[in-house]
């Protein structure tokens, strides 16, 4: 069965620095979707991405944040200068149409620590 | 603002039972909802969708409901096992194809055998 993918599982970074994000959606979906989860809170949406822009941000997704299809296939979130706060675990997530409410398949996730 | 609220933190039941998590939103006229089971440190799966002009929906041993009126959801879970333990969550989509999801937090299930 499809799966959408995400590299790396773990990501632990210097506080400051840049990071990416990489994830890999299922091929034929048209919806990307970026998550993230504070330990122990609730799933917060970040982004979503379709026809190659955002469609929708969320008022966490500031200015340190950006969100690239660098290819057919990969789907990037970047952090210009992590902080402390950014400590998370980043869910991509992809759904194949954009009406009805089908199923977002999410990501395995990968756990960001900023030290 | 908007706001949703799962009813508790955590439930715990005995194998066997029924479970009943309830999702209640204000602020909010969603177009359609979901719920999704969590196991720690993975991703959301998805279980179920109800959109706005249905009232329940079926799948094996779940049940959801969907009352805009009362802006609430319930979730049932019958025969549980302990495999069912894990947290569920409910989230909200507006209207249209991309519109932001709002999930809850989350109700955290624990079967007991």
């Known amino acids: 069965e499809p799966e959408v993918t995400q590299t790396p599982s773990h990501q632990v970074t210097q506080m400051g620095q840049e990071v990416i994000l990489r994830c890999v959606p299922i091929?034929?979906?048209?919806?990307f979707y970026w998550y993230r989860q504070i330990l122990g809170q609730k799933v917060e949406f970040l982004v979503s991405?379709?026809?190659?822009?955002?469609?929708?941000k969320s008022e966490i997704f500031d200015d340190q944040f950006s969100v690239e299809r660098p290819d057919g296939s990969n789907f990037t979130l970047k952090i210009r200068s992590t902080k402390l706060e950014d400590s998370a675990m980043y869910f991509c997530a992809s759904r194949v149409s954009g009406t009805g409410g089908e199923t977002q398949y999410f990501g395995p996730g990968t756990r960001l620590l900023v030290l | 603002s908007q706001k949703i609220e799962q009813n508790s933190e955590a439930l715990n039941i005995q194998e066997g039972k029924t479970a009943t998590l309830t999702c209640n939103y204000t602020n909010y006229s969603p177009a359609y909802l979901q719920w999704y089971r969590q196991d720690p440190g993975r991703g959301p799966v998805f279980l179920l969708l109800?959109?706005?002009?249905?009232k329940e929906k079926r799948k094996e041993r779940l049940k959801v409901t969907f009352d805009t009126t009362l802006k609430q959801s319930l979730f049932h879970i019958t025969a549980s096992q302990p495999a069912d333990s894990a947290t569920y969550l409910c989230?909200?989509?507006?209207?249209?194809?991309?519109?932001?999801?709002?999930f809850g937090t989350g109700t955290k299930l624990q079967v007991i055998p």
């Open positions: 991405f379709y026809n190659n822009e955002i469609s929708e």
């Open positions: 989230a909200l989509f507006g209207s249209g194809g991309y519109q932001k999801v709002t």
């Open positions: 109800i959109r706005e002009n249905e």
């Open positions: 091929s034929n979906h048209l919806y």
